[in-house]
């Protein structure tokens, strides 16, 4: 991981202070979110984390526009898509959010529940309508274009397994538990790869596949929806790796909702520069206990959290563990 200051060619970048600021946003979401685990209210741990989300980011010297939300205008209260952000001064970013990624598993108190935001220079961060996504992604080392969205799961899986040097017995890909992934997972299964299913969270998913020798993930299959594409991408785009994706449209008014975002073409298959570019900050802090991040620990008025940020134009990556006091009074 370098973390030496380099020009991309985008222009001056996001200033180095950002990181830490996006770092405390995620955390309060959490913390907010955190409170609530296992008490199977997935709509009140959603709304406490979009509320500690919306809060601190009004703290944070940028002039943000809310890129990837809780939905569109008339759909959320807050942190809805178009909405403006921050202090008004500072660098003008776009904004991906999630303020709880898996809010069914917050709500059960399962693994890998998290708060996410990304950040990007005015322009870097696709437009994306919220409707589902077929997505593929695989970690950093692998030749450009290795798998593919139009590629039969046999023909990824068996060209994956090669370029990796291992029998594609070796092979585990994350899917997403869900009746629509039914053939897909059969088709994993059939050509001799494993199948690790997930029931929420496929942010965390593709962003497993950066490091198969520790959490055993080679590659994400399937879809789920488009913001999280988006956010996956921003992710990979900081620490290295491929993604795909391609727009699923349900109904006609998702089809009129893509144009009016300035997609044209429904059909378009969307690499990661087209989903992410510039220069890109993405953080996570864990809610529950997961593979990537260890969830938030509540001791009387004390908070323990960890957070993961990244930052593409340095290739930096920081694991932050932090204690915070007065919860009650900051965070809910």
């Not at 029931?199 to 080679?218: C, L, M, N």
């Amino acid at each position: 991981m370098s973390k030496t200051e380099q020009s991309n060619g985008h222009g001056p970048g996001l200033e180095r202070i950002l990181v830490l600021e996006l770092a405390r946003v995620t955390e309060a979401a959490a913390i907010a979110a955190a409170q609530l685990r296992g008490r199977g209210n997935e709509k009140a741990a959603d709304k406490a984390a979009v509320d500690a989300m919306r809060r601190e980011l009004g703290r944070v010297e940028i002039q943000g526009t809310v890129v990837i939300g809780e939905g569109e205008m008339d759909e959320a209260p807050m942190l809805y898509i178009g909405e403006k952000v921050g202090t008004g001064e500072g660098p003008e970013v776009d904004i991906a959010v999630d303020p709880l990624e898996g809010t069914t598993i917050c709500a059960k108190a399962m693994p890998n529940a998290l708060a996410v935001l990304a950040i990007a220079e005015k322009g870097g961060l696709l437009h994306a309508p919220d409707m589902y996504m077929n997505k593929i992604a695989v970690g950093p080392g692998y030749p450009d274009d290795i798998v593919d969205l139009d590629a039969t799961p046999a023909d990824n899986l068996n060209a994956l397994a090669k370029a990796k040097g291992v029998p594609i017995n070796e092979i585990m890909a994350c899917i997403l538990d869900r009746p629509r992934h039914a053939e897909l997972i059969r088709a994993v299964r059939e050509a001799g790869a494993g199948v690790q299913l997930i029931p929420d969270g496929d942010i965390a998913g593709v962003i497993w596949t950066t490091d198969p020798k520790e959490t055993g993930i080679d590659i994400y299959m399937g879809s789920g929806g488009a913001p999280e594409g988006v956010l996956a991408a921003a992710a990979l785009r900081c620490i290295g790796g491929q993604i795909q994706g391609r727009l699923i449209p349900m109904k006609d008014e998702e089809r009129i909702r893509a144009e009016k975002m300035g997609i044209s073409d429904i059909n378009r298959k969307f690499r990661l520069q087209d989903m992410a570019s510039a220069d890109v900050v993405f953080s996570a802090t864990g809610v529950t206990d997961g593979s990537l991040l260890k969830g938030v620990r509540i001791r009387g008025d004390f908070a323990e959290t960890e957070t993961v940020v990244m930052r593409s134009k340095t290739g930096t990556v920081r694991r932050i563990k932090s204690t915070l006091r007065n919860v009650g009074a900051r965070f809910i």
